[in-house]
T-cell receptor, first 117, second 114 residues
């Protein structure tokens, strides 16, 4: 089954304690992205990756890091979490923008709810 | 840069009644347009998309949307809703030259009442 898998689904932690949210896709997609969802603001892009070893900032990258060492995995790292990073996070993937001349719809994971105390 | 405005944050509607969710966007370049649905405790699922061609787009679960270039709108409609349509709906745009980056609206929460 084609899917995007995020772990953990829920996490409560404290300010300053480094954490990593993993994301894995089994569709051989080149493009992967992280979003955060906050009430009334919709989803905002944090970072994205066009392919292995190619990452770039989205609209709200401050306080986050990512890596793309393998095609299937795109972890989100919070080196020193703060309460304003309490949010619902989504990982998404899609085929490369260069395929088929069409914009390929993104497949989303089920989300990770982070609470930073 | 693009921006998306969903004019209603919440829409209560009775079962079997029609519903329209409004979406307006702004962009200096041509865009692709999307509607996603988020059921409770789940990720986003694509309802429909407009890439080019006919301005009336049909999606899954009986939803349709109409692209209006002059009004920069992409409103979503369903003629008769079910309880199972209770969810949050997001309108999104992607600039044709910007690849896969999606810009989302703030979402509209639809509550279908029996």
């Amino acid at each position: 089954e084609a899917q995007v898998t995020q772990n953990p689904r829920y996490l409560i932690t404290v300010t300053g304690k480094k954490l990593t949210v993993t994301c894995s896709q089994n569709m051989n997609h080149e493009y992967m992205s992280w979003y955060r969802q906050d009430p009334g603001l919709g989803l905002r892009q944090i970072y994205y990756s066009m392919n292995v070893e190619v990452t770039d900032k989205g609209d709200v990258p401050e306080g986050y890091k990512v890596s793309r060492k393998e095609k299937r995995n795109f972890p989100l790292i919070l080196e020193s979490p703060s309460p304003n990073q309490t949010s619902l996070y989504f990982c998404a993937s899609s085929l490369s923008q260069q395929s088929a001349g069409n914009n390929q719809p993104q497949h989303f994971g089920d989300g990770t709810r982070l609470s930073i105390l | 840069a693009q921006s998306v405005t969903q004019l209603d944050s919440q829409v209560p509607v009775f079962e079997e009644a029609p519903v329209e969710l409004r979406c307006n966007y702004s962009s200096s370049v041509s865009v692709y347009l999307f509607w996603y649905v988020q059921y409770p405790n789940q990720g986003l699922q694509l309802l429909l998309k407009y890439l080019s061609g006919s301005t009336l787009v049909k999606g899954i679960n009986g939803f349709e949307a109409e692209f209006n270039k002059s009004q920069t709108s992409f409103h979503l409609r369903k003629p008769s809703v079910h309880i199972s349509d209770t969810a949050e709906y997001f309108c999104a745009v992607s600039a044709k030259a910007a690849g896969n980056k999606l810009t989302f609206g703030g979402g509209t929460r639809v509550l279908v009442k029996p």
